[in-house]
């Protein structure tokens, strides 16, 4: 029950108290003892379910009440409130007859009171009434307003995702692309120079040049070496941690595989080497070895490491890490970077990787 609608309940209580003991006084006590439990017994029975029928019979058996004791009539506001605006009309026109009843024991004076009581109450309950509209009303409002705040939060925090991997890939794409065009341009012409060179070289009969054509392959010997460098570190840095485990899950059809894959930074390019290539072995031993019906791979960065976990719910009975080749070589690539491997068999199978996200200096 709403606090405004316990409000007016007493406020019309007091009122219909003060006007019997205006009107009949308080020489029947037991009378009006019994009055007013009945009155407040019906009250408390309205406010206690919403459902019409059962408000219906509450209301009729207070009017047979008021029919065995028209006194009873002055609590009548505290009852009528309830209905006021919620069930049909002919409620109103049974308490106006029912009201008619009281002319006779105690004046028509008494009956107008009764009936400006009612308009009373009437003119209470839907100020109550309006109130509660508008609350809610308000607070569908505010709760449509958060709602759509939260909506427009979480799609600028997709844009801005969206934005960054639009750009992420741009310059990994950028970064193929010159390392194609150096490869393919100037790596071509450095090679047909050195050949060019070395072809000179064998049908050079002139001593005094041999030295300087020695050193000119030399220089384009050392700008090959760096090109080379340059392209493949481009060309490395060019590799899509998420594109690269999507191509190898695309081929792994031994059974149903989920990824879930987190990584908004640059990975360095020797911690993508190790990831691809643990997937990989992962992958090949589930095939080879399990009896896998699901598998699922995580990739998640965190502040200071990665974490890798592939598991599946393959039945394990024994691992060994110094007989499988498969399980030596993930260990040996991890630890060579300074991470760590967990293997866990109480349900299924579970790879538990942590990689460093600094710079790895590489472990002997």
């Known amino acids: 029950m709403h606090i405004l609608d316990i409000i007016d309940k007493l406020i019309l209580f007091l009122l219909s108290l003060t ?72 409620l109103h026109l049974l308490t106006l007859i029912l009201l008619s009843t009281a002319y006779p024991p105690y004046g028509l004076v008494t009956f107008f009171v009764l009936c400006s009581m009612t308009l009373v109450t009437a003119l209470i309950k839907y100020r109550t009434y309006t109130i509660s509209n508008q609350t809610i009303r308000y607070r569908s409002l505010e709760d449509h307003a958060r709602e759509l705040n939260y909506t427009l939060k979480h799609q600028h925090q997709e844009l801005l995702k969206s934005q960054d991997s639009e750009i992420y890939h741009a310059t990994l794409n950028e970064r193929h692309r010159i390392a194609r065009e150096i490869h393919d341009h100037v790596g071509h012409v450095l090679s047909r120079a050195l050949l060019q060179i070395g072809a000179i070289l064998a049908i050079n009969k002139d001593t005094t040049l041999t030295e300087h054509l020695n050193a000119l392959r030399v220089t384009l010997n050392q700008g090959m070496d760096n090109i080379r460098s340059s392209v493949h570190d481009l060309h490395d840095t060019s590799i899509d941690i998420e594109a690269s485990i999507r191509k190898i899950i695309a081929d792994f ?44 791979l995580r990739l998640r960065e965190h502040y200071a490491f990665y974490q890798l976990v592939i598991s599946d719910n393959g039945h394990v009975t024994d691992v060994d890490l110094d007989q499988g080749i498969g399980l030596r070589n993930i260990l040996e690539r991890i630890e060579k970077l300074g991470g760590h491997l967990n293997i866990d068999t109480d349900n299924g199978f579970q790879l538990f990787i942590t990689l460093p996200r600094e710079e790895p200096t590489t472990h002997d």
């Open 253 to 296: 059809t031994f059974c149903p595989i989920h990824m879930d894959i987190h990584i908004t930074s640059p990975m360095h390019q020797a911690i993508k080497f190790a990831v691809i290539a643990i997937v990989k072995e992962s992958l090949n031993n589930i095939i080879k070895h399990s009896t896998a019906t699901q598998v699922t």
């Open 19 to 90: 006007i019997y003991i205006q009107i009949l006084g308080t020489t029947d006590i037991l009378s009006l003892l019994i009055i007013v439990l009945a009155a407040l017994t019906c009250a408390a029975l309205l406010a206690y379910t919403n459902k019409a029928f059962f408000h219906h019979s509450i209301i009729f058996a207070y009017f047979l009440f008021c029919l065995w004791s028209p006194a009873a009539l002055f609590f009548l506001p505290v009852i009528v409130y309830t209905w006021f605006f919620s069930y049909s009309h002919w």
